[in-house]
RNA sequence: GCCGUCUUAGCUCAGUGGUAGAGCACUCGCUUCACACGCGAUAGGCCACAAGUUCAAAUCUUGUAGACGGCACCA
């Protein structure tokens, strides 16, 4: 079998995951060992209106690494899809659509029709992302796919607000509120940004006070707000307003008479040290006017314009229009004292960047108590969930549940799922869990429902006990689900007896995997809300990662226009080098996005696909077979490949149980690439080709029948690449299933246990768990002297000059012990250092002209007569000097500081004494080396 | 204002209380029959700065500077 020369990931990715998907090897079921323990992961559900970025990539990746893993270690693995129906998303779009093609607003074709266009909307584009999660080879069961408004998810909805609003814990109340005027919804406090504008104004109003000549001067930036004033405050302490206390005042611009009282709330630092205070328009003044008794008067539209309890003059004017006019009324009154240049932050509407109006409004609210004291609870006393990294968020988190405020759940959106409250004509409120439920508790009054839906987190929130059933009212269904496709039905349940449902198998899930931005949003609620619904915690683990960067080191977006598209880099890398590339970051650390590392894992792919097709081109009579690395006749090469083959399995597996991907790509990388193919494959390279010229073709090559050594070693060589490809195979899972399947002895006898049935492929075998009696530290010491010396004799030739074309002898001077490793390796030698032949004795015998070097293991020296310049050894020669000079000053010194020979660990210092005495030889012999030239 | 993170080779980034690492770029040399998306060999860092703890600090502590993040406040 001959394979292309390069790698093309097309024609894999085009293949593979219809297979995979079609044969159910991603459902949980295709694990047949009832005993197997559940592993699962729900993913944080993409918004319907969302297409893939590169936070999702990133993220998707670590889940399927993670899933892929655990399934390859015969866990009943799930990770759950979904989406979420993002409530103002959606409603934009569709509230677009129908300004662009109709002419119209969602008023004049009413809620019912409005929620059909959004329905149509989502099921026309809501499946971008789930379309593109299968390009990323995303091992998810889609027969378990939710949405946040299927019809369980919403009873699981209705029945936690029920149950909360019973409990006393969802309320509804008149609050100031972040209002979008945009929008014309309530956003919760997480959904308020900031923005920072230089160019801000503070405004100094004059009020005249009350049968006085005298006036009061209140600061603000917000001067359309007087009109809703309805007292000023100082502070009690201040002596400068003392008398005034009580007062009245005669609030300009409309006819009303407001009292000057005295709050603590007021710093007398700041500003005039008087305030006004708009109840109705600001949540500090609000307090203070609840602790006044104070009138709240809304003097604002929902619209963001001014009504008519703003007075006729100001009435439908827009709130920054009547901002200047109420400066202007001012100054032609003569009570504007003056403007200064002030530098103020807006709240903004985290969507629609719109400045957010702090108003008086009604709301749904959750109380967080209860609840923040779960969440509390949970972090302090068990560590839940642990982060990764676990600094900062395991702190942030703690500190924000700390300080917890009551959460805004009502939004003025039609997309969502309703609130179950409904009003009868007097204003009195029912919650229910169905309308006839709620008409039942009315005696059967006429009732409207409340208009409103919840906030698109209050569904998210229940996402990882409401996706496996949980709908607080039935027992939650069987494995499966509710949409169970029929493949899945054939498949057996879940556990053994078929009893056990999603809930009780996969809740707790095992970890999250989300960004640092959603921490609060999302990942707080889940655990606070899962936790008082099932008792259960949610994950015990939590991966943060970092965020993706623009090649200008800002966060990818838009208007900055320094985005990076997945789909453009898979097209442009493949799919299997952008996944392990995105891998190989830091777990949590942000990073700039560029090309060069995704062509970096290119290349490395394309290393896995030429190893691969050398090693089937010397394939004939051999098969992977995990018993030729058992094998006692074994030489050096092979039992170091094998140690370290062991090696990095325990520590990629070690890796992954701390979430450091990174570091085990890296231990990925450099096996793949150092160990097994610039050394072990070299090494071999003689025994598994074995090549004679065909007498009528010259230079055309015959390969002869092989004898046993040589197919055992090709066994060997197969096998390790066969070991390497399945630790390889939750970054790149292409690459590796496109390999795997082409290696002769492949198929589902090599499968993990649990999936002994299923039809050949490299998921379902087992991740190489590595095997501590199989690291041969004698084997690696060994290995290592012979790189030693092998990179020194190449040194040699590059640095004299000499062409590969002249073959030279290389004399070697070792212990006993070495002597016999040299000359058990002499071909391999003799082959990888271009060498004619070694002489392997006590001490060097070699002419004047020669090259020399040392190892930790060997004197080298290489004969050149008529080839070396004297200069160039001898700069070759003083800088090997120099460097080891260096190392052994160091030593001197701190060998010679009697704190450190007495403190220092015995070992340590034994390390430093046998290092030194071994650079003294060294040196030594360089030295000799050098005087010998001249 | 409070809390926190980052600062390591030209670039992008790992890393650890005990001789500083990778990829790319650079230099030199290879059309070696798996791979030029390759092979071989070099070069390149007082690990932001200062003080402290320690036998030993790039790693721990504190401070300074710069970059950034979260929260709160903003009359």
């Known amino acids: 079998m001959e394979l292309a020369k390069a790698y093309d990931p097309k024609e894999a990715e085009e293949t593979h995951y219809k297979r995979w998907e079609e044969s159910g090897f991603f459902k949980p079921e295709i694990n047949q060992d009832a005993n197997a ?24 990746t670590i889940m399927d690494a993670l899933t892929r893993w655990k399934r390859m270690q015969g866990y009943r693995t799930l990770w759950l899809p979904g989406t979420d129906h993002a409530g103002i998303s959606v409603q934009r779009k569709v509230v677009e659509q129908l300004k662009k093609d109709e002419h119209k607003k969602p008023m004049d074709i009413g809620r019912e029709e409005f929620l059909r266009r959004c329905w149509q909307w989502k099921e026309q584009y809501g499946n971008t992302i789930t379309e593109q999660m299968r390009r990323e080879g995303a091992s998810v069961d889609w027969s378990r796919h939710r949405f946040t408004m299927d019809e369980s998810l919403s009873l699981a909805v209705r029945n936690v607000f029920c149950t909360l609003y019973e ?21 919760s406090d997480l959904e308020v940004k900031e923005e920072t504008k230089k160019d801000g104004k503070l405004t100094y109003l004059k009020y005249p006070i009350k049968d006085s000549d005298k006036t009061i001067t209140v600061a603000t930036t917000r001067p359309e707000t007087m009109l809703g004033d309805t007292a000023v405050a100082v502070n009690g302490d201040d002596e400068r307003y003392k008398d005034l206390v009580g007062k009245t005042i005669l609030l300009p611009l409309t006819n009303r008479e407001i009292p000057i009282i005295a709050d603590e709330y007021v710093d007398a630092e700041f500003g005039t040290g008087a305030v006004k205070i708009t109840p109705a328009h600001d949540p500090n003044d609000y307090l203070v006017g609840e602790r006044h008794n104070l009138e709240q008067l809304l003097v604002m539209n929902m619209d963001g314009t001014m009504n008519a309890a703003a007075g006729p003059e100001f009435e439908g004017l827009d709130r920054f229009v009547a901002r200047e006019k109420v400066v202007e009324e001012f100054e032609k009154l003569g009570l504007l004292e003056k403007i200064d240049d002030y530098e103020v932050t807006l709240p903004i509407c985290e969507r629609c960047k719109t400045i957010v109006e702090p108003i008086l409004s009604e709301q749904w609210f959750v109380k967080m108590d209860e609840l923040r004291d779960l969440g509390l609870e949970l972090i302090k006393k068990e560590n839940a969930p642990h982060f990764s990294p676990e600094i900062p968020h395991a702190k942030v988190y703690t500190t924000w549940l700390e300080n917890l405020k009551d959460w805004t759940i009502s939004r003025q959106l039609w997309w969502g799922h309703q609130i179950p409250a409904w009003y009868d004509n007097e204003g009195n409120v029912y919650v229910a869990r169905t309308a006839e439920e709620a008409r039942e508790k009315a005696g059967g009054k006429e009732l ?8 698109t987190w209050f569904s998210s929130g229940l996402w990882a006990f409401s996706t496996f059933g949980w709908n607080g009212a039935e027992p939650p269904a069987l494995a499966g689900g509710t949409n169970v496709d029929s493949s899945a039905a054939s498949m057996p349940p879940a556990h053994a007896g078929g009893s056990a449902s999603d809930l009780d ?9 989300t ?14 809300l899962t936790k008082k619904f099932t008792g259960k915690v949610a994950f015990k683990d939590c991966v943060i990662t970092g965020t993706v960067l623009g090649k200008d080191g800002k966060p990818m977006s838009k208007s900055r226009n320094n985005g990076v598209d997945p789909i453009e880099m898979f097209d442009k890398f493949g799919v299997d080098a952008t996944r392990i590339y995105l891998a190989s970051i830091a777990t949590g650390a942000d990073i700039r996005w560029n090309d060069v590392g995704v062509e970096t894992y290119r290349n490395f792919a394309n290393k896995i696909w030429n190893a691969t097709r050398f090693c089937l081109m010397n394939a004939e009579g051999a098969v ?3 018993q030729s690395l058992m094998t006692e006749d074994a030489d050096l090469a092979d039992r170091w490949i094998i140690s370290r083959l062991n090696k990095t399995a325990l520590e990629v597996n070690k890796a992954l149980d701390k979430y450091e991907f990174h570091t085990a790509v890296s231990l990925l990388y450099h096996f793949f690439w150092d160990d097994f193919c610039d050394w072990y494959i070299e090494l071999v390279k003689d025994k598994i080709q074995v090549f004679t010229e065909f007498p009528s073709v010259p230079g055309s090559l015959v390969v002869h029948e092989l004898p046993i050594v040589q197919r055992e070693t090709r066994k060997r060589v197969l096998t390790v690449l066969e070991i390497s490809l399945r630790m390889l195979h939750p970054f790149m899972p292409y690459l590796t299933e496109e390999l795997w399947l082409k290696l002769p002895g492949t198929s589902n006898a090599l499968h993990n246990a649990a999936y002994a049935n299923a039809e050949a492929t490299i998921m379902l075998t087992t991740f190489p768990p590595g095997d501590l009696r199989a690291i041969d530290e004698a084997a690696e010491a060994e290995m290592s002297a012979v790189i030693d010396l092998i990179t020194k004799v190449r040194n040699i030739r590059a640095e004299m000059n000499i062409p590969t074309t002249i073959k030279f002898t290389v004399h070697i001077a070792a212990n006993a012990a070495m002597q016999k490793v040299f000359e058990d390796n002499k071909s391999q030698i003799l082959k990888l250092a271009k060498a004619e032949s070694l002489v392997i ?12 070097a040392v190892t930790n293991d060997a004197a080298i020296a290489v004969p050149l007569e008529g080839l070396i310049d004297f200069d160039v050894e001898r700069t070759r020669l003083s800088n090997q000097i120099a460097k080891l000079t260096d190392e052994k ?46």
């Open 37 to 60: 323990e559940a592993y699962s992961i729900v993913i944080p559900p993409p918004n319907v209106t969302g297409s893939l970025h590169m936070g999702h990539a990133l993220q998707h």
């Open 167 to 187: 409990e006393g814990q969802i309320y509804r109340g008149l609050r100031i509120v972040n209002w979008c005027p945009k929008d014309k919804t309530v956003l």
């Open 448 to 455: 409207t429902q409340d208009n409103d839906v919840l906030d």
């Open 505 to 513: 198998t996969f809740l707790p899930t095992d970890v999250l995997v």
């Open 515 to 528: 960004g640092r931005d959603i921490i609060f949003l999302w990942v707080s609620r889940m655990m606070m």
């Open 624 to 626: 992977v077979d995990h």
């Open 841 to 852: 004795a006590d001490a060097l015998d070699v002419p004047r002209a020669s090259a020399k």
């Open 889 to 934: 000053d160091r030593l001197t010194e701190q060998l010679s500081n009697a704190n450190f020979v007495d403190r220092a660990p015995a070992e340590k210092v034994q390390e430093l004494r046998d290092r030194f005495a071994e650079l003294e030889k060294q040196i030594e012999t360089l030295n000799n080396n050098l005087e010998a030239l001249n």
